[in-house]
T-cell receptor, first 112, second 117 residues
Framework: NAGVTQTPKFQVLKTGQSMTLQCAQDMNHEYMSWYRQDPGMGLRLIHYSVGAGITDQGEVPNGYNVSRSTTEDFPLRLLSAAPSQTSVYFC???????????FGAGTRLSVL | GESVGLHLPTLSVQEGDNSIINCAYSNSASDYFIWYKQESGKGPQFIIDIRSNMDKRQGQRVTVLLNKTVKHLSLQIAATQPGDSAVYFCAENRGSRYGGSQGNLIFGKGTKLSVKP
């Protein structure tokens, strides 16, 4: 039972480069979200999706794009990486009456 | 602004003692709360949740208490073990503009629990 899978686990980028963080879940969850975690800041919501084709902004969306073409996948795109985007990124998914979000293991991103 | 926060950033307890981790929230309309545990290098892991129509909920060695009058949550861990060492987050369900039970979680900054052998 894979749950929520994030790739890559680690990534180093140069300022201005673009990349996509991948997130896939095999639980048929309709809700998926992306968070970033910085030291002393807890987790902050970047973007979320309530189902295929429906996405919306969270608390800190600037510099990130998302799309949801399938129920399983919710990639996060950095169009032009900046040092301020150095962080640990977590993807989560949930479903049902209770909003228990299940998290992936995270992607550790450094932007130089 | 509205936020979910914690009273103590760090907590050190002796193995076998009980631990209490506190959390304050400011949105009186919040109706659902979750506690997560995050071990070093891993993603947050669900521990226990509680709805606002309850004051107390118990799980295996954990209890969550909700005091809506003062907008306060606590997580109690009985007979704390070394494996309980982690950062603990409370999260508040803010919903989404699309409605439904699924929605956006607002996390507090976390409390680091250290268990001394």
């Amino acid at each position: 039972n894979a749950g929520v899978t994030q790739t890559p686990k680690f990534q180093v980028l140069k300022t201005g480069q673009s990349m996509t963080l991948q997130c896939a879940q095999d639980m048929n969850h309709e809700y998926m979200s992306w968070y970033r975690q910085d030291p002393g800041m807890g987790l902050r919501l970047i973007h979320y999706s309530v189902g295929a084709g429906i996405t919306d902004q969270g608390e800190v969306p600037n510099g990130y794009n998302v799309s949801r073409s399938t129920t399983e996948d919710f990639p996060l795109r950095l169009l032009s990486a900046a040092p301020s985007q150095t962080s640990v990124y977590f993807c989560a998914s949930s479903s049902g009456r209770r909003n228990i979000q299940y998290f992936g293991a995270g992607t550790r991103l450094s932007v130089l | 602004g509205e936020s979910v926060g914690l009273h103590l950033p760090t907590l050190s307890v002796q193995e076998g003692d009980n631990s209490i981790i506190n959390c304050a929230y400011s949105n009186s309309a919040s109706d659902y709360f979750i506690w997560y545990k995050q071990e070093s290098g891993k993603g947050p892991q669900f521990i226990i949740d509680i709805r606002s129509n309850m004051d107390k909920r118990q799980g295996q060695r954990v209890t969550v208490l909700l005091n809506k009058t003062v907008k306060h949550l606590s997580l109690q861990i009985a007979a704390t073990q070394p494996g309980d060492s982690a950062v603990y987050f409370c999260a508040e369900n803010r919903g989404s503009r699309y409605g439904g039970s699924q929605g956006n979680l607002i996390f507090g900054k976390g409390t680091k629990l250290s268990v001394k052998p």
